[in-house]
């Protein structure tokens, strides 16, 4: 790891002040930047504390349940609002990594995790993530944890492998970023992350010095009807194989409108507006589930050790239908 100094800055404009480009990062619970800096994966000179910035509170706003970028990811979970509005993202929360990660992550660092992918983990190997043109042996070599839809020739990396913006992408929620003029811009998660394309390298749309102040999650029919089911190799403390979070709105056994994102099989948090095309206007049953889940599916391209996804997310997605239709 190399050597770095340490500024804990008092607002945001002090922050935004302190980062001038990519050796400077700033730090929130610092739970996975310094799992990147100890291998050697990312370099920073400078880490700039924002824990004293006031992106705090979960309160309800006229545009919808807003949550600041720094709180906790357990105190998120467990907050009676996010709970009883949006059970989906209370779930995506308290099912990912551990308890003591969770009370020290925040919701800003958790958007901004990096993938997972082994190679890119290990800088002994080539990967065009971390190195662009260098190549990218997950294509042939080990991928069984990896992505089947929105993947490149270049990169077929889950960017983001965590839970919560899964949720997030299924329920339209925005995020309210600041620049270094204190200009503010608000991007929907499902334009946030970018797909690997010819430039795995660039993951969001998120600026250098950019801050993440803020998600805010609007209101509607289907939130409160929704679940989020994860898939992992063990129960606790593992990152999602596949995963999908679910709202609908069934009235009289019709579904009248349907949210479908998928986890652990996108490139990026895979929004399905194909399953939810299926969804909207058809009887809530299972073959309605399972055409929809077919649907979500069609795109994908399983490379030799992931193929057991395409099947793995369907059942998963028809399971969280079913669950929420009770
Ligand atoms: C063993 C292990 C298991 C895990 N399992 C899961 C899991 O199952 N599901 C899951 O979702 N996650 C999982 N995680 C990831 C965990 O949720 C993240 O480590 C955590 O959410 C990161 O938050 P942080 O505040 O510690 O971020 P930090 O490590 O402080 O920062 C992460 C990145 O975000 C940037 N950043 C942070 N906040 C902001 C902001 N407000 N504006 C701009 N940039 C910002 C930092 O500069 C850095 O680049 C796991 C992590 C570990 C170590
Ligand atoms: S899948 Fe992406 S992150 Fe993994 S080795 Fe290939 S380029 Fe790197």
């Known amino acids: 790891?190399?050597?770095?100094?340490?500024?804990?800055?008092?607002?945001?404009?002090?922050?935004?002040?302190?980062?001038?480009?990519?050796?400077?990062?700033?730090?929130?619970?610092g739970t996975t930047l310094l799992d990147l800096m100890k291998a050697n994966l990312e370099e920073?000179?400078?880490?700039?504390?924002?824990?004293?910035l006031p992106f705090r509170g979960i309160e309800q706003t006229k545009d919808g349940l807003r949550i600041g970028a720094?709180?906790?990811?357990?105190d998120v979970g467990e907050h009676p609002l996010v709970v009883q509005q949006?059970?989906?993202?209370?779930?995506?929360?308290?099912?990912?990594?551990?308890?003591?990660l969770r009370n020290m992550a925040s919701i800003g660092g958790n958007i901004l995790q990096r993938t997972r992918c082994g190679y890119f983990r290990d800088a002994a190997f080539p990967c065009n993530k971390r190195v662009p043109g260098s190549g990218c042996p997950a294509q042939t070599g080990?991928?069984?944890?990896?992505?089947?839809?929105?993947?490149?020739?270049?990169?077929i990396a889950n960017a983001y492998p965590g839970d919560l913006a899964v949720a997030l992408a299924a329920f339209d929620a925005v995020l309210t970023l600041e620049n270094a003029k204190g200009k503010q811009r608000r991007v929907p998660v499902t334009e946030f992350y970018l797909l690997p394309g010819n430039t795995p390298q660039k993951e969001t749309v998120l600026e250098p010095g950019e801050l993440i102040v803020a998600v805010t999650l609007p209101p509607a029919a289907h939130t409160q009807r929704s679940t989020y089911l994860k898939v992992r190799e063990r129960s606790s403390?593992?990152?999602?194989?596949?995963?999908?979070?679910?709202?609908?709105?069934?009235?009289?056994?019709?579904?009248?409108?349907?949210?479908?994102?998928?986890?652990g099989v996108g490139a990026q948090p895979w929004r399905s507006r194909e399953a939810e095309k299926v969804l909207t206007g058809a009887p809530a049953t299972e073959a309605t589930f399972r055409a929809a889940a077919t649907a979500a599916l069609q795109g994908a391209q399983p490379r030799e050790h992931n193929r057991y996804k395409v099947e793995l997310a369907q059942n998963t997605l028809v399971r969280a239908l079913q669950t929420v239709v009770g």
């Open 86 to 100: 949006y059970p989906a993202v209370s779930q995506s929360l308290l099912l990912a990594a551990s308890p003591q």
């Open 44 to 52: 920073h000179s400078l880490l700039v504390d924002i824990n004293l």
């Open 142 to 155: 080990d991928n069984h944890n990896l992505a089947i839809l929105g993947v490149s020739e270049n990169c």
């Open 237 to 263: 403390y593992a990152y999602a194989l596949a995963s999908a979070a679910v709202g609908l709105d069934v009235q009289a056994g019709t579904i009248r409108s349907a949210r479908v994102a998928l986890g």
């Open 70 to 74: 720094m709180e906790r990811m357990s």
């Open 1 to 29: 790891m190399n050597n770095f100094s340490y500024k804990q800055a008092a607002s945001a404009k002090e922050a935004t002040a302190s980062h001038q480009g990519k050796s400077e990062a700033y730090i929130a619970g």
